[in-house]
Structures are given as structure tokens and as C-alpha cells.
């Protein structure tokens, strides 16, 4: 880049007199200033691309929508999205889509991105791949965490693109909102769209180097009356304070190094700290090479949680293959499984020795994902899942593995299978394992475009309405809130047995017109009154089917909160649901498997290690179960006194500890001198044949 744009960039602060300055210094060729573009994502510069993005629309010149393909990651908020990116020139939905497969954007900016697309169309701006979009939108909608206002802009994109399953997903999780205040929203949106580029950037410098994170200072503090610390003799003020307050403003993250320092050698200045902190753009930048070994199952961790899958095998192959990188490349299949990147799984077997020895040894999960575009072995492969799982009838890991073959064809071209293996599952499934197998089946709906309340949907809702309630105070609202969940789900399937007799009469009245005798001259029609009376009657049921749907999801939020509520309830104040069950558990876990309790005393700080596939286990437990026993390890690894209160050592394995995490969840791990080594995170049921294993 020419380098007083870059040293303009990295000395300036954003406000619109600095884009104006810049818009006077970009080159006059629109080739040179489309370089200037491309160089400033080679480099992966967030702060430049911006910089240029402002200023050259500002002076009316051409920005390429091909740029935002990652020029969008550099944007902070919903709103600098949609004013910059409605004015780009090209195929923009094009590349914001790729945007979104290419990393997980901030939610603001994602939901940004959707109204963006859904107002091109509406907006008479061109097409765009809608069934793609309504895809994303749905599996995106699902993931918003609760009071997000995000949600907001989804909902506007949902009313624009009239898409009635990206509405049914919506309502299952969010209050409808009233249709004038959709439509207020909307109208804010497009203003905030076609606004002037400057209009939303603020007037004046406000004076921070930066938002968000902590600053360590460039240059060392000197007094102004103080020596020069370069040796001239001369006081600080009347020598290098001009020089060093130009640096100073260039302060990152880092002591002592400035943004083009840090740019030019981020990986440099790594640690675990830091790399937590690392967003998309930092992660792109990376040379993986050039990582500290010790950083890189971190680094590989945050392209996983990124959706940064290409970025993964780029490194992979940039790496090479080592032994120690098995733990991490087994950790990274499971991610690109997950995120249903086919392609990512084949560069990713590729780098191993021997690929098609290991191929043969993976997951069916991975191997499934693997042979898609390949019928045959896709079938060979099928048939031998199944029959494998036809031999274990008898044993009792037949449901683990019926399991597992659901969850394997799930996000696969076999997503519709899938579907129908994973609901043969659900009746003979405890509660938490059945929600956790539904919610898989309602995002392979999602991907599939199909409606997103499935056919177990009502049988999920009796089985919630009839959760056991264990006495307490807060038990009879549980009860009532279920009767009338249950209630509403009642009303729900008898409007929708009417509204399906009904169109089932009204078709059969239209193929099967009156038979008596009509003049030659005269075509035969169906009784158009009675026809039309019908359709009324259809379309008044379809009303109230609607407003009983969202009732119903209103009420099942409400239960499910409720529910969540209590169990965290209980848990934080260590209330025993089932007083007798829990002691007798407690007493044959202490008598048979474990050591007598011991005082740990003072304990250092520790870094945590998971074994592998953590995740997927993790992911096998009821949310607030997962959320606990991760707030566990942090208080363990952190030294906190009261997560070793109830820690026990196993009898037949004294190096492995136990918590417990609620009634029935067991932690297992090591505790190491600077480690928290995880071991297991199951079932109590389980503990005891799991101990045997590792024996």
C-alpha cells in the first residue's frame, strides 16, 4: 500500500474530517484504488479496509462488492454493513454469502447481512439464491442467544422475504411483533441503508485509540521537563515528544509496539491470553508456522469456534503433518463434520500418511461426510452402519450406536434418512437425550428448506407437559403451566385435522363435480357457493391456527424457562430433589468406588487440557448441565476453595478425581501440577463401568 495512505490510516483517528482527508489521497485510477482494496485484505489491515471503504464512497468512487467477501469482518456493527455494502458495485449478495460460509460473523453484523439480502430483492436491486438465505436465516435464528437484538433485524428480513418457515422458527423462540412496528423497523433499516456514507460517523475524534480492549502503551511515560530518553541532553518537551506522541497514538494491545509492528509480526507477540481474544481477522493473518507450538491447539480451537474451516486446512497444509498434531486434527474433523464441509474433511485426510488406512479407521460420522459424492460407497458404507447396529440388538451400547447412526446421517445429502432414523429413536429416549436428538432433527429441517415444526414436534410437547415436577414451592405452577401447554397442543392438532378435512372435501368437490344432467351448451361447475363458503371456513381456521401456534410457543418458552429456572434454582442452592435417591447414591458411590474425602489445602492456578471429541460429549448434556460443568473446571483450574468442596479420589484409579455436577453428571479428572486434565464428563449410571475402563 502507498505509504502515506498507510501511515494516514494508522496515525488517524476515524472520524469524517480524516475520511475526507483520505478521499483526497486515494489514487484517481479506479484500478489503482481497487489494488488499494485488494492489498488492504492481503494484508488483512482491518483498520485500513474501513478506512478506504469510507472514504472512497464518500468521493463517489467505485468500491467492488467482491471485496466484502472478507472486507466485511473488519466491520464493526449492523449499521456501517448496511450503509457500505448498499452502495458497493457487483454481485454483493454473492460475496456477503460467502462471507457467512467463510467465518461466523459478529451477530449484529450477520443479521445486518440478512436484512441486507432481503431488501435487495423488495428494493428491486436484483436476486437473490432464497432458499439459500432463508436457510441461513433459520439454523442462524435458532443460535441468536435470548433478548439479542439482533432479532429485530432478522424479523425484518423475514416479513420482507414473506417466508412463513423462517416466521414459524422465529416465533418458537421470540414474541411476535405487531406488523406496525415490523413495518417502523423496516423503514429504519432502509434509511440507515441509503443514508450518505458520512452521516453515521461521527463529527470529531472522541479521542480513545481504541474501544473494547486494554492499551499498553507504544512508547515508555516521560515526564515533559524530564531528559530525552534518546541522550540528546535536551528536555523531553524540546526533543522527541512530537515523535513519540505520533507512536503513542499507534498504541496496541501490546506494550511497546505499535499497529504496523504488530501487524508486520502478530504471531510474535502470542500467548493464550491474547490468542482468547483473537477475532476473524487477527485469525486470518496468522502464518501458523510461525505460532509458538505450544499456542496452536489454541489457535486451532478459535478457527473451529470461528467456522473458519478453510483457514483450518490452508494450516493443516501449510504445518504438514506430526504426530503431536493428532489430537487437534481428530478435534478439527469434527468441526468440519459439523459444519457440513465436505471438502475441508478431504483436504484435512489428505495431509495424513496413509490416508486410506485412516480413512478406513474414522467415525462413520467422518466417513459418511466423506463418500457423499460417491453413491456406492455411500451405500456400502450405510449398510454396514446398519447391520453393525442390527448385531448389537441385544447389548446394551445398541442405543449409543442407533445413536450414533442418526447424528452420523444427519448432517449429510442422507439429512433426509437422518430425520426418519433419529424420530424412531425419540420415544425410547430419556428426556435430555430426546431434546438434545430433536433439535439435531429441526436444524437438518433447516438445511433441507423444509416447514420447521416436525411431525414428533407434538409428541416433544406431551413429553415436556408430563416432565416430572418434584415437590416444592414452585411446583403447582410448574403443573399448571404444563396442563396448559398440553391443552394448547390439543387445540393445535384439532384445528389442524380441520383444516386438512376440510381442503381434502374442497378438492374432492373440484375433481368430482356434480353428476345430474347439464344442456350441451353448458359446462359443468362445481357448486361455486358451497366451494366458497369452504374456503372461507379454510382460511378462518388457518387464523386461528396461527395464533394458536404462537400461543403455544409462547407457552413452551414460558415451561422451559421455568423449568430451567428451577433446576438452576436448585442447584445453585444445593436443594436435593429426590432427598432419599441422592443419599442412597451418594453412600454406594463412597462405600464401593471411592476414597474417603481429603483437604486439598491451597491449590495453584492451572490451565485446563480436554481430551478428545470433549465437545461432542459436552454437547450430549441438557445445556445448564454443560454450563455447569464448564463453571466447574474454571473454579478448579483457577484454585477456588469451594470447587474442591465433595472432590474424592476413585479407589481403583487414586490419580483420577471425582465431582459431582448436579444429581446424575460425574467429572472425572486428573489433578497435574500445572494442569486440570479432563477425563470424562457421564452419567452417574455410568461411573462404574467407565471406571473399569480405565483400569
Not at 465 to 489: I, N, T, Y
Not at 495 to 507: C, G, M, N, Q, W
Amino acid at each position: 500500500m502507498r505509504q502515506d495512505i498507510q501511515d494516514f490510516v494508522d496515525q488517524t483517528m476515524p472520524y469524517q474530517g480524516s475520511f475526507k482527508q483520505l478521499a483526497a489521497m486515494l489514487p484517481a485510477d479506479d484500478a489503482e484504488l481497487d489494488e488499494l482494496f485488494a492489498e488492504a485484505i492481503r494484508n488483512q489491515d482491518g483498520r485500513a479496509f474501513p478506512f478506504l471503504a469510507f472514504a472512497a464512497l464518500h468521493a463517489n468512487r467505485k468500491v467492488d462488492s467482491r471485496h466484502l467477501e472478507v472486507g466485511v469482518l473488519f466491520f464493526k456493527g449492523y449499521a456501517n454493513v448496511l450503509t457500505i455494502a448498499w452502495k458497493t458495485e457487483g454481485d454483493t449478495p454473492k460475496y456477503l454469502l460467502a462471507a457467512m460460509k467463510r467465518s461466523a460473523l459478529d451477530l449484529e453484523v450477520q443479521a445486518a447481512v440478512f436484512f441486507l439480502l432481503a431488501a435487495w430483492v423488495t428494493e428491486g436491486r436484483g436476486e437473490i439464491p432464497r432458499d439459500e438465505v432463508i436457510t441461513a436465516a433459520r439454523i442462524f435464528a435458532r443460535k441468536l442467544p435470548p433478548r439479542s437484538d439482533a432479532i429485530f433485524t432478522v424479523l425484518c428480513a423475514a416479513h420482507l422475504l414473506q417466508d412463513d418457515g423462517l416466521k414459524e422458527v422465529l416465533s418458537q423462540f421470540y414474541k411476535p411483533i405487531p406488523e406496525e412496528k415490523i413495518t417502523e423497523l423496516i423503514a429504519g433499516f432502509l434509511k440507515i441503508c441509503k443514508r450518505p456514507v458520512l452521516e453515521g460517523v461521527a463529527a470529531r475524534p472522541d479521542g480513545n485509540i481504541s474501544h473494547g480492549k486494554t492499551m499498553r502503551r507504544s512508547v515508555e511515560r516521560v515526564g515533559r521537563n524530564e531528559p530525552c530518553p534518546c541522550g540528546s541532553g535536551k528536555k523531553y518537551k524540546h526533543c522527541c515528544i512530537e515523535k513519540d506522541e505520533i507512536r503513542l497514538n499507534q498504541s496496541t494491545e501490546v506494550e511497546g509496539v505499535t499497529r504496523s509492528e504488530l501487524r508486520q509480526s502478530a504471531e510474535m507477540f502470542l500467548d493464550p491470553a491474547r490468542m482468547a481474544r483473537c477475532n476473524p481477522p487477527d485469525l486470518m493473518g496468522f502464518d501458523p508456522r510461525k505460532i509458538a507450538r505450544y499456542l496452536l491447539e489454541d489457535y486451532f480451537n478459535q478457527l473451529g469456534r470461528f467456522r473458519m474451516m478453510d483457514k483450518v486446512a490452508e494450516s493443516f497444509e501449510q504445518l504438514g503433518w506430526s504426530e503431536d498434531l493428532e489430537e487437534i486434527w481428530d478435534r478439527m474433523m469434527f468441526f468440519a463434520h459439523h459444519n457440513r464441509c465436505k471438502e475441508v474433511a478431504r483436504r484435512l485426510l489428505r495431509i495424513r500418511p496413509n490416508a486410506e488406512a485412516v480413512e478406513k479407521k474414522l467415525h462413520v460420522s467422518y466417513r459418511l461426510l466423506l463418500a457423499e459424492d460417491d453413491p456406492g460407497k455411500l451405500l456400502e458404507l450405510l449398510m454396514e452402519q446398519v447391520n453393525l447396529t442390527l448385531q448389537t440388538e441385544a447389548e446394551p451400547e445398541h442405543s449409543d450406536m442407533l445413536l450414533s447412526l442418526a447424528l452420523a446421517l444427519l448432517p449429510t445429502k442422507l439429512g433426509p434418512l437422518g430425520i426418519y432414523v433419529a424420530r424412531g429413536m425419540l420415544p425410547f429416549l430419556p428426556d435430555e437425550d430426546a431434546e438434545i436428538v430433536y433439535n439435531l432433527i429441526l436444524r437438518a429441517r433447516d438445511f433441507l428448506n423444509l416447514p420447521p415444526e416436525d411431525l414428533y414436534t407434538d409428541i416433544m410437547d406431551e413429553r415436556l407437559a408430563k416432565k416430572p415436577v418434584h415437590a416444592g414451592q414452585d411446583s403447582d405452577k410448574l403443573q399448571a403451566a404444563q396442563q396448559k401447554l398440553e391443552d394448547k397442543a390439543k387445540e393445535v392438532r384439532q384445528l389442524k385435522e380441520a383444516v386438512h378435512s376440510l381442503e381434502r372435501e374442497i378438492t374432492l368437490r373440484e375433481n368430482n363435480p356434480k353428476t345430474s344432467f347439464t344442456p350441451t351448451n353448458v359446462i359443468a361447475l362445481p357448486d361455486q357457493n358451497v366451494l366458497s363458503e369452504l374456503r372461507h371456513k379454510i382460511e378462518g381456521l388457518k387464523t386461528d391456527l396461527k395464533e394458536r401456534h404462537n400461543e403455544r410457543n409462547e407457552l413452551r418458552r414460558e415451561l422451559q424457562k421455568a423449568q430451567m429456572d428451577i433446576e438452576e434454582l436448585r442447584m445453585k442452592s444445593g436443594i436435593v430433589v429426590d432427598v432419599e435417591r441422592e443419599n442412597a447414591t451418594k453412600e454406594e458411590e463412597e462405600r464401593t468406588l471411592l476414597l474417603p474425602e481429603e483437604s486439598f489445602g491451597n491449590q495453584p492456578v492451572r490451565l485446563i487440557e480436554f481430551p478428545k471429541k470433549f465437545e461432542e460429549r459436552l454437547a450430549s448434556f441438557p445445556r445448564h448441565v454443560s454450563r455447569n460443568a464448564m463453571k466447574t473446571l474454571g473454579e478448579l483450574a483457577g484454585g477456588e476453595p469451594a470447587a474442591f468442596m465433595g472432590v474424592v479420589r476413585l479407589k481403583a484409579c487414586p490419580t483420577i478425581s471425582r465431582q459431582r455436577i448436579g444429581i446424575d453428571v460425574r467429572l472425572l479428572f486428573r489433578l497435574l501440577p500445572d494442569r486440570v486434565q479432563v477425563v470424562d464428563l457421564i452419567n452417574r449410571k455410568d461411573l462404574e463401568r467407565r471406571i473399569k475402563t480405565l483400569v
